[in-house]
């Protein structure tokens, strides 16, 4: 497929500016478009948006490109926020940046851009590649294209790709999967856009904004219900809470008795009963395990081979962004469901969670996290009970 013309979304950042740079130096025609999902305004009533808009016109003007704007915000409440509070309501702690990616960059986003402007294809600044590059196959044909990691370790965002479909991959460039953070701002700061690439970095979830904390932000969507904190060994009762949606698994708990318990974590939420379950101690075995269940995964190019009704495969998972790709073996145990066992075991797994398969450099795609298999801790205690009724 001959590439003409590219629609890259432009953000304000230093990733989408450089990308449509490096496109427009090599001959393609290339149309900026600004994509607003969110009315998020600041104590002044200021919209933040305006600001990152602002800075990708500057951007579009100063590298000589057509400046185009689209607003998605119903769409993006429709489809990535509602289902995250309804998620979320529930203990589960779901990543909306994934689900974004599917229904709204790759999904309306890339379908408005292909028609509305006759595209050929859509660039983002994304650190991930395809195996293609920019060869791209189209939206018709019968050859598939497959993601792979970036470059840049430490930036490879193939992980909040996983759930992009294979048609939406066939028609999407990722002009900086070969380049490092560190040489996409240099390339910045040489073309005259120094301001733009010494902007603070975008992290996190993109609703909840620069001036708000993720628990403050929840406050004004999630109603509040209180529970107990139980200990994990004894049963007891050690302290109540004011919502599961505060907390997530493994993180410290500083409201209970410490002097009696130690320092306890969290193991996990119960969204029936509103339940906390806590352990003394950040490494103690109720918080680790070797294996969890997913939903059948959402393959981009295809099935692995082996990877059928019963069958197994061995892969690498990748659950958690900040976590690196850990051996495992996947087994199809059902019409929706795998289970994942993994080489060692695992702090933290937690339900909601996508789990996002690779073989080598390649990304295969993603399930969400249903529930996790046995704790180390439920393992000793179903050891010690088997001894007893073996020795009685």
């Not at 119903?74 to 998620?87: A, C, G, I, Q, T």
């Not at 050929?120 to 060869?135: K, L, Q």
């Amino acid at each position: 497929m001959s590439l003409r013309r590219i629609v890259c979304g432009v953000s304000g950042g230093v990733d989408s500016a450089v990308s449509a740079y490096l496109l427009k130096q090599k001959g393609y025609e290339v149309l900026g478009l600004f994509m607003k999902n969110w009315d998020e305004k600041d104590e002044k009533g200021h919209c933040t948006s305006d600001r990152d808009k602002e800075d990708a016109q500057f951007v579009c003007q100063h590298i000589g490109i057509p400046f185009h704007e689209v607003n998605f915000v119903k769409e993006y409440w429709n489809d990535v926020f509602s289902p995250f509070l309804r998620e979320y309501q529930t203990g589960l702690v779901p990543n909306p940046d994934i689900v974004c990616n599917r229904h709204i960059k790759f999904g309306v986003f890339q379908n408005y851009a292909l028609s509305e402007f006759s595209a050929d294809a859509i660039a983002t600044g994304h650190y991930a590649r395809t195996s293609v590059g920019e060869n791209l196959i189209g939206g018709d044909s019968c050859q598939d294209v497959k993601l792979l990691k970036a470059k840049d370790r430490w930036k490879d965002q193939s992980y909040f790709l996983s759930q992009i479909s294979q048609k939406a991959l066939r028609r999407a460039l990722f002009p900086l999967g070969d380049l490092k953070k560190s040489e996409v701002k240099k390339i910045a700061s040489k073309i005259g856009l120094t301001r733009i690439a010494s902007k603070k970095e975008s992290m996190g979830i993109c609703f909840i904004g620069k001036r708000k904390k993720f628990s403050s932000f929840m406050e004004e969507y999630v109603e509040p219900k209180p529970g107990n904190i139980i200990h994990v060994e004894t049963g007891e009762v050690v302290g109540t809470h004011q919502g599961i949606h505060n907390y997530s698994e493994g993180q410290r708990l500083t409201h209970v008795n410490h002097g009696r318990f130690g320092k306890c974590f969290i193991v996990e939420k119960n969204g029936t009963t509103q339940d906390i379950v806590v352990a003394p101690g950040t490494n103690h075995p109720a918080l680790f395990c070797q294996e969890f269940y997913a939903t059948v995964p959402m393959w981009i190019h295809s099935e692995p081979p082996g990877f059928s009704e019963g069958g197994s495969c061995q892969l690498q998972c990748q659950f958690q962004r900040k976590w690196g790709a850990l051996p495992c073996t996947v087994t199809r145990c059902g019409e929706n469901q795998v289970r994942v066992s993994l080489r060692s075991p695992q702090r933290c797994i937690t339900p909601g969670q996508y789990a996002v398969f690779y073989s080598g450099e390649e990304c295969l795609g993603s399930g969400v996290i249903t529930t996790k298999g046995p704790s180390l801790y439920d393992i000793e205690l179903d050891s010690k009970v088997k001894v007893q009724q073996e020795v009685s």
